[in-house]
């Protein structure tokens, strides 16, 4: 077994203490990574307070994790000891089902779907249809740790030209909106409009441009509207009506990266004949759209879910090769929960990525 | 001047009546009809009674007419005298903007939108970027009139072996469900759920199994499931959930029909990977999705707005190649306001179209 240490809540009204665990030594087709970093995604606090009804506590965070192979099973060939390595939010599929034959493990449809780095399996085996867990964990520890045991096929190779840290958002932040734009075909000569302007929103608008499309922000910060040339963004007001006027039938897609239930139905004009606004911002109950604003120019709301572990390869790669990657801030993990106050309140600037070099392994008798 | 008959309300409150009215002559490019046959769409409730908050008043309603030619513009080429033609919901658009040029009429993007077969321009005047009015018109007169007067090529030809009474609805309901079916790719080897089944869920079934897809009906109505071996759909209820879950990522694509704002989300996980639930029943506020369901299957929620016409001659040639067509029942126009209570009471099976040489010239002094 290997002695670990990382943060974790134990309740939804908790905040997150350190924990000592262990992790079982890799099997045969497992490797061992030693944390470096790992980013904080707004969906570890929604997960940490139960706010999808479906957390196991102890709830150990973290899906954004880059760091170095320290071991790995027998049968091991994609990694060797001491590669730079990522995991984002999947470290096994059914790999039976279409979509997994397909290389879409994100949308599974195994009777547990996919396993999330951590809280475990998408589908609960109470939830499961034969009432079974066919990864044999029902918690699974994510990134906030000194260490993670995965399958190697669903570890990244983090290009050379990428700094680790700044590689960690991308493994959920960035694939999670790079996935629907390649999926709905945003390249050169398509207008992509960006909701949000936080961790998601900030690296969107980069991998929209690397793309070839023309991008546009829409932020309510009037801070992050001032700051926005230096990230390279055109951002406008949403309250600004006579800009949305002006700007009707202007986009073919439209991402909302906004994380919480918000009334989008502002920016359904915005959308050109077959126009696609995604959202992927608010996994949640949404607010009500009008079908007569969609049928004027039939237009489609859409969901999307992270993406595959091959778009994954592929935005990390085409970070490196465009010298692009999120705009982060470099978190000590004793801070943590302070942490999570300022993402909610939309102060980032614009990924927390937690720097594990200041989880010590005596955390737990320390604090 | 044309002496004409029709029925119509001056209010939003009040019942359809007698009116007696001038059409202008046809021009050089238009034709006047003699209307013979006109359906009854859910929609002429909704803006008889002004529901879409845009009815312009005396609104007299009808958008599935069927006629013959009675005469004949200097440059019409398309239709003669005596010829049985139809015309659905628009008689006339923009014809310069890309969705025109692409002969997509039904989205055209001019500052006035499509003019409506009746109430006039989709986006009126006062609502228009240039505050004018290309189509000269705020008011349009529809088919449950004694004549109708068009330009030609915005009538459709009646194909041999389709009966005129039959055809009506096609020109509305027929190519409201056909155009997304055809848009989204149905055809063999899809799997379609229909939702509702009313005027629309009749037809739209009959046109899926057409295309070749394989078609599920779902509705409340216990009688309807008893009848629905008689029109050959398979279909289920609504409430039973086992039926449901047994269903789940079954269909590439659902239909809703459903002519009121429903609840949708049981229905958004029996959608497959990448399948789509298109809205044309319900022109108005949608109650909630739930983008928990709609990504975990990167499903989208989509409208259409009737269809071209191109579409429109399309669906009308399948149906007489198939030997298909709604089922009706023919109506006397003199109990037409009873007939509105029946539409909006599910009562119908499954379309009402009226019988025009029930209208007398004499209906206003008769009254």
Known sequence: MIKSVGYAANHSFSSLKPLAF???????????????Y?????????????????TVYPCMPGHEVVGRVKSVGAAVTRHA????????????SCRQCEPCQAGEQNYCEGPNSWLATYNGPMVPSAKAPTGTNQYGKDNTYGGYSTSLVVPEDFALKIPAGLKPEVAAPILCAGVTTYSPMKHWGMGPGKKVAILGF??????????????????????????????????????VHVDDHDMLESLKASFDFILSTIPKKTDLTPFVPLLKR?????????????????????????????GSLIGSIAETQEILDLCAQHGIGPDIELLDIKNINDAYTRVEDGEVRYRYVIDMATLKPDAVEAA
Chains 1, 2 share one sequence.
Not at 39 to 53: A, F, L, M, R
Not at 222 to 232: D, L, M, S
Request: charged share 20%.
């Open 198 to 235: 936080g961790g998601l929103g900030d690296i969107a608008q980069k991998i929209a441009k690397a793309m070839g499309a023309e991008v546009t922000v829409f932020t309510t910060s009037q801070a992050k509207v001032n700051q926005a040339p230096v990230v390279g963004a055109y951002a």
């Open 274 to 302: 077959d126009g696609t606004l995604v959202i992927v911002g608010a996994l949640e109950p949404l607010a009500p759209f009008n079908n007569m604003q969609m049928a004027a120019h039939r237009n489609a709301i859409a």
């Open 81 to 92: 000891v001491g590669d730079l390595v990522g995991v984002g939010c999947m470290i096994d």
């Open 22 to 36: 262990e992790r079982e030594e890799p099997k045969q087709n497992e490797i061992e990574i030693e944390v470096m």
């Open 38 to 54: 790992c980013g904080i995604c707004h969906s570890d606090i929604h997960q940490v307070k139960n706010e999808w009804h479906n």
